[in-house]
C-alpha cells in the first residue's frame, strides 16, 4: 500500500472538494478541486521536464496558492520538495543547488537570470518560473499538457522534502523529510489541537519553512478547512482578518507586534479559539500581556526543522507559561546530563527525542547524522532543557548558547526572562563573550520599550535581588533590534560576532 502524502491528504479533505481551501488576500479564492486540479496540472509539467521520483524541486518563490499547488505536485510524482527563502542570496542559492542537486528549479520571473547564470554551474539542471502572472512558464507548460491525474506510489521511509537548517552555526545542512515523518507529525498534532470541522486557519507565515508549509497547511487539508491564506504578517492585516479565523499559528513576533496595534482587543478575537506560537520561545511577558488583553493564553508548542513538533501545551488544561507542554503521541522525550544519566525533574539537561516524526539523518552528511543520534535512535536536539515530575518541558536555550563564565554555568534565557520584566525593556537576548579573566562575561542586548530604555545601572539593580551575582550582565549594550532569521528566531551567533572584542580591553 502506497503511504505517498498525497493520498493521505486527498483522502482527508475528499468530501470538502468543492469547499475554499485557500482564501489569499486578493484574488478569487481557490477551493479544494482548484487547488488539487492545478496541481495535477503542475504535475504534468515537471514529469515531461524529466523530473523522476526521489528527483529534488527546488523551489524560490513568492507565497501564493499556485506555491500550494506546487507543493502538492511534488508530493503526488514522488518529487522532493525543496522550498527556498526568497531572501536567500547569490551564494545562499548556490550553496543549495550544489548540496542538493536538484533536476529542477522553479523560481521568480524577476529571478530568472540569476538561476539562469548557475545553470552552466549545474549539469543537468533546468529552471522555470512561476509568478503571479498567467505568463510563468510553468503555467505554460502545463496549459499545454493533459493533467497528470495518477499518484506516484511511495514508501513511508520515500523522501518528501529536504530542508535545509537556518545555519546560525555553519553552513545549512539539508534534513531528509519523508513521508511517514510528515504524515506521523500531522495526524499527531489534528488530534492534538482538536481540530474542528468549523476551523478556519488564520495563515500569515510563510511557507518555505516547517511551520507554514507543514504544521499550519497540513492540519487544515486534514481537516479540509478554509485558510485565511494572507502574503505575509501585517498587523493591520491580521486584526482585520482575525473575526473571520478560529485557529491562528505564529510566532512570538506576531504576538508582540498585535499587542502594539491600535484597535486590537477581545472583540479582535471573539471567534478564534486558539493561539499557537512556535518557532521561538515566547517570551512569558508577551503571554501575560495576551492573556491580559485578549482572554487567551497562547498555546506554546516546541519543535525543529529535523523533527516537526516534539511537544505541545494542552487545548483542554492549564497552558503555563514559559513552557512548551507534553510530548506529542509517537514522541520519546528525555532530558540527560552530560554524563549520559538521566536528568532528575526540574535538572536542566540536554533534550534527546526519538519517534517516527523525526527525520531520516542529514543530506550527504552520513558523519554528521551519526553523531546526532545515539545508539538507542535518540536524536540529539542541541536544546537544553527540564523536565517537570509529570512531564511537562520547560527549555532553557541551546547548548551552544550556554555560557560558562569563571566556571560557573550560566543559562541566558533564565536571565532575559528577569531582563523583560524590567520596565522599558521590550525584548532583551544574553550571550557570551570571551572574556581575558571568567572565560565567558555574560552580556545582555536590550532593545528599548516605547524608547525609554533603563540604563545599565537600573538594570543590575533590579536583577540584584533576583539572581545571583555571577549571574549579572557584565556589560548592556542597547540596540534597535535583534537579529533574527526569517521564522523570528534570534541569531544570538551574528551578536557574538559582532562583539567578539567587546572585553579584549577589560574595565578597570
Given amino acids: ?43 504534468a509539467a515537471l514529469r515531461a521536464a524529466g523530473v523522476t521520483a526521489g528527483d529534488r524541486v527546488s523551489v524560490q518563490i513568492e507565497k501564493s496558492p499556485d506555491a500550494v499547488a506546487l507543493y502538492l505536485a511534488c508530493l503526488r510524482i514522488g518529487a522532493v520538495h525543496l522550498p527556498l527563502n526568497v531572501a536567500y542570496t547569490a551564494a545562499e542559492l548556490r550553496h543549495a543547488l550544489e548540496d542538493a542537486e536538484p533536476r529542477i528549479h522553479v523560481g521568480r520571473p524577476q529571478d530568472a537570470t540569476r538561476a539562469a547564470g548557475m545553470v552552466e554551474e549545474h549539469a543537468g539542471l533546468k529552471i522555470l518560473t512561476l509568478g503571479d502572472r498567467e505568463e510563468g512558464t510553468l503555467v505554460e507548460k502545463a496549459a499545454r499538457l493533459p493533467p497528470y491525474e495518477d499518484v506516484i506510489p511511495r514508501a513511508g521511509s520515500d523522501l518528501a522534502a529536504l530542508l535545509y537548517t537556518s545555519g546560525t552555526t555553519g553552513r545549512p545542512k539539508g534534513a531528509m523529510i519523508t513521508h511517514e515523518n510528515l504524515a506521523t507529525n500531522a495526524r499527531a498534532l489534528f488530534q492534538t489541537w482538536a481540530w474542528r470541522p468549523d476551523d478556519v486557519l488564520l495563515h500569515a507565515l510563510p511557507i518555505f519553512h516547517v511551520h507554514g ?35 491562528m499559528m505564529g510566532v512570538p513576533t506576531f504576538y508582540r507586534r ?98 517516527r516524526g523525526v527525520f531520516a539523518g542529514y543530506w550527504k552528511r552520513p558523519e554528521t547524522t551519526r553523531e546526532s543520534f545515539d545508539e538507542e535512535g535518540f536524536f540529539r536536539t542541541g536544546d537544553l532543557g527540564s523536565l517537570s515530575a509529570d512531564g511537562r518541558l520547560t527549555l532553557a536555550g541551546r547548548s551552544s548558547d550556554l555560557i560558562i563564565s569563571g566556571g560557573y554555568n550560566v543559562y541566558p534565557k533564565e536571565i532575559e526572562l528577569h531582563l523583560d520584566e524590567i520596565p522599558g525593556v521590550g525584548e532583551s537576548a544574553v550571550v557570551g563573550l570571551p572574556h581575558p579573566d571568567f572565560g565567558e562575561a555574560v552580556t545582555a542586548f536590550i532593545v528599548a520599550e516605547d524608547g525609554a530604555a533603563p540604563t545599565a545601572d537600573e538594570i543590575r539593580a533590579a536583577l540584584r ?17 535583534l537579529p533574527r532569521n526569517a521564522m523570528g528566531k534570534v541569531q544570538k551567533s551574528l551578536l557574538r560576532d559582532r562583539h567578539a572584542d567587546a572585553y579584549a580591553v577589560e574595565e578597570a
Fill in 213 to 247: 508549509l507543514f504544521v499550519a497547511l497540513h492540519c487544515a487539508m486534514l481537516g479540509g478547512s478554509p485558510v485565511e491564506f494572507l502574503p505575509r504578517f501585517d498587523p493591520e492585516t491580521v486584526r482585520a482578518a482575525l473575526p473571520r479565523a478560529t485557529v
Fill in 1 to 43: 500500500m502506497s503511504e505517498n502524502l498525497f493520498e493521505i491528504l486527498h483522502q482527508a479533505f475528499t468530501p470538502r472538494l468543492d469547499a475554499i481551501f485557500l482564501r489569499p488576500a486578493s484574488g478569487a479564492p481557490r477551493s479544494y478541486r482548484e487547488v488539487t486540479a492545478r496541481s495535477a496540472a503542475f504535475a
Fill in 465 to 481: 535581588e533576583r539572581l545571583a551575582g555571577f549571574k549579572h550582565p557584565r556589560r548592556v549594550f542597547l540596540v534597535d533590534a
Fill in 258 to 355: 498585535l499587542l502594539a496595534t491600535p484597535g486590537f482587543d477581545r472583540e479582535s478575537c471573539r471567534h478564534v479559539r486558539l493561539f499557537i506560537s512556535g518557532s521561538a520561545p515566547l517570551p512569558e511577558a508577551i503571554f501575560r500581556a495576551f492573556a491580559e488583553r485578549t482572554g487567551h493564553a497562547v498555546l506554546e508548542r516546541y519543535g525543529m526543522t529535523e523533527t516537526g513538533i516534539l511537544t505541545s501545551n494542552p487545548v483542554d488544561g492549564a497552558r503555563i507559561e514559559g513552557t512548551v507542554g507534553h510530548r506529542l503521541p509517537d514522541v520519546d522525550l528525555r532530558v540527560r546530563n552530560a554524563d549520559g544519566s538521566t536528568s532528575a525533574p526540574g535538572e536542566v539537561g540536554g533534550v534527546e527525542v526519538r519517534g
